[in-house]
């Protein structure tokens, strides 16, 4: 007796397996589209709104550099025993702006900082301000008054102190905090690549990565998962 095997069928039919895993990739596609869209609508209703300053100084001479009276700094017509180059810079961390009417009372912004003799030297940037001499003639008063303030806007001062200086922040803004972000310690004591990444993970484009990014995980798990079910 002679048994013939039979020819295995190849007939046409429809491949569901990988229909459910377009079907599945599209539908957890959708899924993030959605969460997405619903995060920056929540954003656009309800935006942050937040002032920030950070500011750093450092010396011109290092301890016995020279004998004293070898070397005199002059800024202006004043002698600075012990000369400082300050940088301060404020700005908005709003994903809207902040108008006029959020200063309370009409009462602006000041940051002293407080100093022997701190002599501006330039200031640049979208945020106008106002530096005057403290009453007590200790530092300056850097004034912000009542306006509007650009989301994202800043400005950026330098200054000379005799001495290290220190800042104190006094905000009428209504339910609009003003954060310290840095100042001298902070930046000797955090290492560059903190610095670094810090400032990568509060740019726009690392959120749109993150999101593809995930998009694309979650789009071969389901696909992984289909595959083992099928």
């Known amino acids: 007796m002679i048994f013939v095997e039979g020819a295995p069928a190849t007939g046409g039919g429809w491949d569901w397996g990988l229909t459910w895993t377009i079907v599945g990739a599209v539908a957890g596609s959708l899924a993030l589209i959605g969460v997405f869209v619903t995060f920056v609508g929540y954003r656009r209703q309800f935006p942050k709104r937040r002032m920030a300053f950070g500011f750093e100084s450092r010396s011109l ?41 959020s200063f309370d009372a009409g009462h602006p912004i000041t940051l002293d900082v407080l100093a022997d003799n701190v002599i501006p030297v330039l200031s640049w940037g979208e945020i106008g301000v106002d530096v005057a001499t403290r009453p007590d003639g200790r530092g300056v008063t850097v004034t912000i008054a009542p306006q509007l303030i650009r989301k994202r806007a800043h400005v950026s001062m330098t200054l000379m102190s005799d001495g290290a200086p220190r800042v104190e922040p006094s905000s009428s803004l209504i339910d609009i905090p003003l954060v310290k972000k840095y100042d001298s310690a902070d930046r000797l004591e955090r290492p560059g690549i ?37």
């Open 61 to 101: 001479l290092r301890p016995h550099d020279l004998p004293r009276g070898d070397l005199e700094v002059r800024v202006r017509g004043t002698v600075l025993d012990e000369p400082h180059f300050v940088e301060l810079q404020i700005w908005s961390e709003s994903r809207a702006d902040i108008p006029s009417a």
């Open 194 to 230: 903190i610095n670094f990444y810090i400032r990568l993970f509060r740019t726009r484009w690392f959120v749109w990565s993150a999101f593809v990014y995930l998009a694309l995980v979650v789009s071969g798990l389901i696909y992984l998962v289909l595959q083992l079910a099928g």
